[in-house]
């Protein structure tokens, strides 16, 4: 069973009981659903304190409907786990280096209201925005340089990109200069952006 819990309102609160079903994976998704459609970003909690199992139409809808947020993980900022289980820490450590963007954290039974303030308050969303790619003057056009400092998000390659093509368009050889000063991962939503695997395509028989 999944119960939807009094939250505010840029908070997604939810318990979960028993054995989920595939009706209770439809209501999580429109919880979501509904949610977005509201704000661009929210802070969620998922209580699994009385959670014990799924069936297998259970699984097989979370499965799609997990597969379905990857490209949103950037709406969520804020995401806590209530559950007193050993594995919880133990995977959101697990999941923590993967979804840098995302900020998880553990909680136990007890620490509902907890769980529910850290998930409301959410980051500055300015302090998201700042890109973390930035071009080097190299001072050769057939050299292309540029620098990683913190989390790549989805449109943080945007210029970059603009360079390489116009660089592919204008030279036959390329060489690329990137400076790794601080990698904090990448935001899932940069897997959707196709100019970015088009640009790699065309620079492999270039660089």
């Not at 054995?19 to 977005?36: H, Q, R």
């Not at 973390?132 to 990683?148: A, M, V, Y």
Request: hydrophobic letters at 45%; a negative charge.
């Amino acid at each position: 069973m999944i119960t939807i819990e009094n939250s505010p309102e840029t908070v997604l609160a939810v318990r979960l009981a028993g054995t989920l079903e595939k009706s209770d994976i439809d209501t999580l998704s429109k919880a979501f659903a509904d949610k977005l459609a509201a704000h661009d970003r929210i802070g969620v909690v998922i209580d699994m304190t009385q959670w014990s199992d799924m069936t297998a139409d259970a699984i097989a809808a979370d499965m799609k409907f997990e597969l379905g947020l990857l490209g949103k993980m950037g709406s969520f900022p804020r995401m806590a786990m209530v559950s007193d289980k050993q594995f919880v820490p133990a995977l959101v450590k697990f999941l923590d280096p993967i979804f840098p963007a995302n900020e998880m954290k553990t909680f136990g039974s007890q620490e509902f209201d907890q769980a529910i303030a850290f998930a409301a308050d959410l980051p500055d969303e300015t302090l998201t925005k700042k890109t973390s790619i930035t071009p080097i003057d190299t001072g050769n056009p057939k050299l292309i340089g540029f620098e990683i400092n913190g989390l790549v998000a989805k449109n943080d390659a945007a210029h970059i990109i603009e360079a390489l093509q116009k660089a592919i368009a204008s030279h036959e050889k390329i060489d690329l200069l990137d400076r790794v000063k601080k990698y904090a991962g990448f935001d899932p939503k940069k897997l959707t952006k196709k100019d970015l695997f088009s640009v790699k395509l065309k620079s492999i028989s270039h660089v």
